[in-house]
């Protein structure tokens, strides 16, 4: 990002927004940007920074700003699900958990054998409770 004259645009820049423009002049309205072309302009922005790039190749700042984080792997991504599986009571097996709130209210349950109640149903109405 040395010495760069006002208005002038790199090589590699340029190449870049030629083919931003050719898919613009072909694409549907109101189509998302192909995936090839977002990691184009991520590799933009490392070099050149975030709002020269943005601006050169006519995108939103912010969604730019938003696909180099999710590259990069500190974006607001969805969170992937884990399950977790809960390992079984053994029939002598014994189990208690033990619930309180801010407001003084408790319970405890004891859980023996192979079956117990849906736990998460069981947690979740207690913090509901009023």
């Not at 390992?87 to 189990?95: V, Y």
């Amino acid at each position: 990002m040395g010495d760069r004259k006002r208005g002038s645009v790199p090589a590699d820049m340029a190449r870049v927004r030629e083919r931003f423009a050719a898919w613009r002049r072909k694409k549907p309205p109101r189509s998302r940007i192909p995936h090839a072309l977002w990691k184009l302009a991520i590799r933009l922005v490392d070099r050149h920074g975030l709002h020269r790039t943005a601006s050169a190749l006519k995108l939103d700042y912010y969604s730019l700003k938003k696909q180099v984080e999710l590259a990069r792997g500190n974006g607001n991504a969805p969170a992937a699900f884990v399950e977790v599986a809960a390992a079984p009571l053994l029939a002598s097996g014994e189990c208690v958990i033990e619930l309180e709130d801010g407001a003084g209210a408790s319970m405890r349950v004891t859980l023996k054998g192979h079956s117990g109640p849906d736990l998460a149903a069981l947690v979740g109405s207690f913090w509901k409770a009023d």
